[in-house]
């Protein structure tokens, strides 16, 4: 272990892992060290004895719940749109090759007490019963302009500047009301909260566009693909990528203590005793507990039940988006359901999540909402964790630090922190012009 070494990588969570494989495919020598002796870090994927550990403190799951190995709980369960940045990198790196995804079946959205299929396209927006019979033909017209909006070509923007033009002002022109402005914003445009209203219409556009474009690739009936097993299949793909490249993996390290030089800057790790040397860190929060500061905490519910999320067209995998006006909160909250379908839990066996930006110490009242559409449980666990960023300037100590996942139950926000990271470490932006087609035959 003592060497000299690029990047010392701290800790196999998922935005790791992207990382080093990134790192090492740009020739860099990179050691990838972890003080757990499994994959994931926070995002990693239990079977039901190791889910049973962690919640019940025993290791005796009732036999009716079937095999536990049959079992991949995903600790942050999140949906990849199938034409976003992270289908982007996969492809850019050819991790593609290690992996089986799947479309995922639904994607809908809460609205006065009801779930709604979430209507993606100006003839979806005509069928949909979320609206009524003038509102759809608003949507329909809204709808055409961001499908026809080019931002290189002026004439598909009917004289708005989207850079200047708030969203709010651009959705006020269509005469949109406030609850289809609500599904758009937080089911098709994934934001958060309603900050984007206030904020250049252009963003919101795009991510519309993505969403369209992404539910067009596989004809089905959301925008999202997933992996077979799992998403604890990820960081393993990129950490056999990283060692094609001659990147190092570790697990098992205790301690992982960062050593820093006079000037304040990383200079190298030590684990049990040996220290690797290297120019730059990159971890997960847990690492550099000095540098970070707690923003906020995640509330989940994580069930386990024997039948699909009521109206939902019997999904075997769906998302359902609770935006927070619906519910008097301040954050979406977001149900996330996989099965054996997708290899997650044995046949007949659905895994269901409820998550959110947690504003109480009360996760039972504050999921409530979101567990009342899920219909009987087999079992369900609660957990609450908090989220971190950094505070550090990496320009003044060479550490790299990821910020926490948010209850998001898409990768939209993680692959944004990943790669904004890649740019932070390496000088230069990550070059994402990729053939969107080279990654379709593996997920049908």
């Not at 994934?190 to 474009?213: F, G, I, S």
Request: charged share 25%; hydrophobic share 35%; aromatic share 10%.
């Amino acid at each position: 272990m003592d060497e000299d070494y690029d990047v010392i990588v701290l800790g196999t969570g998922l935005k790791e892992c992207i990382l080093s494989g990134l790192l090492s495919v740009d020739g860099l020598k990179v050691l990838h060290m972890d003080r757990n002796d499994y994959y994931g870090g926070e995002s990693t994927s239990l079977n039901l004895i190791q889910l049973w550990k962690k919640f019940r403190g025993s290791d005796k799951p009732p036999a009716h719940l079937g095999s536990s190995r049959d079992y991949n709980v995903d600790m942050i369960p999140k949906f990849i749109m199938a034409n976003g940045e992270l289908v982007r990198v996969l492809i850019h790196t050819d991790v593609t090759k290690y992996l089986s995804f799947k479309a995922v079946d639904g994607s809908f959205v809460y609205n006065k007490g009801k779930v709604y299929k979430v209507p993606a396209t100006d003839m979806e927006a005509l069928k949909s019963p979320l609206m009524g019979i003038f509102e759809k033909r608003r949507a329909r017209n809204f709808f055409i302009y961001v499908q026809d909006y080019n931002e290189s070509d002026p004439r598909t923007h009917e004289g708005m500047d989207l850079t200047r033009v708030t969203t709010k002002n651009l959705i006020a022109k269509y005469g949109l009301d406030e609850n289809t402005i609500d599904f758009i914003g937080h089911a098709l445009a994934l934001h958060r909260d309603d900050r984007y209203l206030n904020e250049p219409a252009l963003e919101t556009v795009k991510r519309m566009k993505l969403y369209a474009e992404s539910l067009a690739r596989f004809q089905g009936g959301s925008p999202y693909i997933y992996p077979l097993y799992g998403l604890a299949e990820l960081p393993q793909a990129f950490a056999r990528l990283s060692a094609v490249y001659g990147g190092t993996y570790m697990l098992n390290k205790p301690e992982c203590k960062v050593e820093f030089d006079e000037e304040g800057k990383a200079c190298g790790v030590t684990s049990e005793g040996e220290t690797a040397k290297c120019k730059k860190v990159v971890c997960d929060p847990s690492y550099l507990t000095n540098k970070v500061r707690k923003v906020g905490k995640v509330a989940r519910a994580i069930c386990i039940m024997s039948h699909p999320i009521p109206n939902t067209s019997d999904s075997h995998s769906v998302q359902v988006i609770l935006p927070q006006k619906q519910l008097g909160r301040r954050s979406d909250m977001y149900l996330f359901c996989c099965s054996y379908s997708h290899n997650v839990a044995p046949k007949g066996k659905f895994i269901a999540f409820v998550s959110t930006e947690a504003e109480t110490d009360q996760p039972q009242s504050e999921l409530k909402p979101g567990i009342d559409l899920l219909g009987p449980v087999d079992e369900i666990f609660f957990d609450m964790y908090d989220r971190y960023e950094p505070v550090n300037e990496p320009s003044l100590d060479n550490c790299f630090i990821s910020t926490s996942y948010d209850a998001t139950t898409h990768f939209e926000s993680t692959v944004a922190d990943v790669l904004n990271m890649y740019t932070l470490i390496t000088g230069k932006v990550l070059d994402l012009n990729v053939d969107l087609s080279a990654a379709s035959a593996a997920e049908e």
